[in-house]
């Protein structure tokens, strides 16, 4: 007979798995790509150098925490509020900054953002203090 749950876990394991390579591939481009970019602030302006180094740093530490996430999900089996939340808090940090830095944001926009930011921040501290592991 035919085990459906030991195939449906060696499938998802080999899925978590190609997804943490692919990742991994994306961290080190992410490196080099700001390695590359420390040039462009030397030869171009500083400003404008200087903010497209900031947004792929913040990108790159947007992937490292979606790293982090499949990796504990290949360890665990399961997917942590506070990761989602941490990856959510970063990407909406990054929007926020690449507003700021291109001045294309207006207040509303500025200000619906940091409700977010303030909503999720809530919402990572009390999926900290409510954690099924300290229960």
Do not use: Q
Not at 21 to 33: H, K, M, P, Q
Not at 39 to 59: E, P, Q
Not at 103 to 122: D, M, N, Q, R
């Amino acid at each position: 007979m035919i085990d459906h749950p030991k195939i449906f876990k060696k499938i998802t394991d080999s899925i978590i798995t190609i997804v943490l390579y692919v990742l991994l591939l994306a961290l080190i481009a992410g490196t080099l790509r700001i390695l590359l970019d420390i040039r462009t602030v030397a030869i171009d302006s500083l400003d404008g150098g200087f903010s497209k180094i900031v947004v792929n740093v913040l990108t790159l530490f947007i992937v490292i925490e979606f790293f982090k996430t499949f990796a504990d999900y290949s360890k665990l089996e399961r997917i942590k509020l506070t990761d989602i939340t941490d990856v959510t808090i970063l990407i909406t940090m990054r929007e926020v900054t690449v507003g700021l830095y291109s001045k294309s944001f207006g207040y509303e926009t500025i200000f619906a953002l940091s409700a977010l930011l303030l909503v999720l921040g809530v919402i990572r501290v009390l999926a900290v203090n409510y954690s099924p592991e300290k229960i």
